[in-house]
């Protein structure tokens, strides 16, 4: 296991924070006394060294904490290479912890002044990063990518005068959205609840919403938004957010671009084929993008942010709160958001990593999605030389996402080896993961030309940690050996 140097840094830092409220008369360490002691008996002021019996007892809570904890997969080693699961960078654990201390609500910058403030810039250089850098969007953080991606469609729904405050025409009310058939399934949630009409597009054998199949849907004259998938959670896939922009000029609908997965990969351009340059080349254009810092963004789970191009939109939140927040005249954080207590903590969590690893092209964080992106080409290129196995018919990996199946007769007898060869990984502590994908995109069947209805299980591969590149030649080692294991060969 390798050093932490988590707590290290909290021990350097807490006295730090303790000294910003030195004004203050001493009071007591916090508000809960140990089991079995007196209030007031905390002897210890923070910062103090020595033990009591309150630290005695939380230290074992603490131990039987660790314990339980211990019945995970490692989500934080190189040898998981399954979901998308990314450890937290340190300055980010050590900053959400210390803000802990304090425990800001950035509800309001009454319930959180300097984490709101920390959370105002650190979405701007998201919004910069996306091309937003004249401070004219409107945006922040949420609990999640799902809360994120609900905002964007809620307000696109009012912009359109979708019914939910019966607005508008009835040719307006009846607008639907559409989406690749291999967006995240938030979207078709997230529009049930919201009372919208949401609608799947064929997406092509690269995993992207194909371009006819979406035109043949505009023609019907009621799409009133389009989601525009930037790194699909199944297979990483880039719709093709260029060529949909020009669609727009000619049928009018909004773009919302869901880039929770794949957002910050607009730093490595240069690491990216063609396709799929273009489509980041074109971020700019849209009027929502949805990123989430815990994914890529080395943040702790929730982090999402939604960010709109016209900070108008701000209107459609608009609340009068009888009881709360009147210290400050500034526009606090809860009037352009759904969600009311939201954790200051992950504000400056984001904050401090955006200072250590601010959002450059050619910076040290972009360096981190590169090595990823290596990875998995590698990988790639590995097991397309490999009989045993298939990969996609056409292209291959647009970010850093891996998928492939097994090479056998039929798409049962594929999906059984893949189920035995992903444990027999996990044996090895080599943990993968498992992906319905339709069949004709690794072999040409009578569905190729139609509807993808028959489908394979499929082994698949997230290769986001920067380590994967170094790694990538035990992980093989590891997968090979378990592949003979099952296959014999």
Not at 210 to 229: I, W, Y
Request: hydrophobic share 40%.
């Amino acid at each position: 296991m390798a050093y932490d140097p988590v707590p290290g840094l909290l021990s350097r830092v807490s006295s730090r924070l303790w000294h910003e409220f030195a004004s203050l008369p001493d009071g007591p360490a916090h508000a809960f006394p140990a089991p079995g002691t007196a209030p007031g008996s905390a002897e210890r002021a923070p910062g103090e060294t020595g033990r009591g019996p309150e630290f005695d007892a939380m230290a074992a809570v603490l131990e039987r904490t660790a314990q339980r904890l211990g019945d995970n997969y490692p989500y934080f080693h190189p040898l998981y290479a399954g979901q998308m699961l990314k450890p937290p960078h340190p300055v980010a654990r050590a900053a959400y912890a210390l803000a802990m201390a304090i425990n800001p609500n950035n509800h309001a910058r009454d319930g959180g002044r300097a984490s709101s403030q920390m959370e105002i810039e650190a979405v701007a250089e998201i919004a910069r990063m996306f091309g937003w850098g004249d401070g004219r969007f409107l945006g922040h953080l949420t609990s999640s990518g799902t809360i994120a991606n609900l905002e964007a469609l809620w307000v696109a729904g009012e912009i359109q005068g979708s019914g939910i405050s019966g607005q508008g025409s009835e040719e307006q009310r009846r607008k639907r959205i559409v989406g690749s058939e291999q967006a995240h399934y938030t979207h078709s949630r997230i529009s049930a609840v919201l009372k919208l009409q949401y609608e799947p597009v064929r997406a092509d054998s690269r995993g992207r919403m194909d371009l006819n199949a979406l035109e043949a849907e505009l023609r019907k004259g009621d799409v009133g938004t389009v989601v525009v998938t930037l790194g699909t959670t199944g297979i990483g896939a880039v719709d093709p957010l260029d060529q949909i922009v020009e669609l727009r000029g000619g049928y009018g609908f909004r773009i919302h671009v869901d880039a929770a997965y794949g957002g910050y990969f607009k730093l490595i351009p240069e690491a990216l084929e063609e396709d799929a340059r273009r489509a980041y080349a074109a971020i700019a254009e849209a009027d929502s993008i949805v990123v989430d810092p815990h994914k890529h963004g080395l943040q702790p789970y929730g982090c999402g942010c939604v960010l709109f191009r016209d900070p108008g939109v701000g209107r459609f939140y608009k609340h009068d709160s009888p009881y709360t927040y009147f210290t400050s005249k500034e526009l606090h954080l809860g009037e352009i958001s759904l969600e009311c207590s939201r954790a200051g903590a992950a504000a400056v969590a984001l904050w401090a990593t955006q200072q250590l690893f601010p959002l450059q092209p050619g910076g040290e964080f972009a360096r981190g999605l590169a090595q990823g992106r290596r990875a998995a080409l590698e990988l790639e290129q590995v097991l397309r030389a490999d009989k045993r196995f298939e990969t996609m018919r056409v292209g291959g990996p647009q970010l850093d996402i891996v998928v492939w199946k097994v090479r056998k007769d039929s798409a049962e007898e594929a999906g059984d080896a893949a189920q035995r060869i992903f444990s027999a990984c996990a044996e090895r502590n080599l943990h993968l993961a498992l992906v319905q994908l339709p069949l004709h995109w690794f072999r040409l069947t009578q569905e190729a030309e139609g509807p993808a209805t028959q489908t394979v299980t499929c082994l698949r591969s997230v290769l986001m940690k920067p380590e994967h590149e170094t790694w990538m030649g035990r992980i093989w080692e590891r997968y090979d050996e378990a592949s003979r294991s099952v296959l014999g060969k």
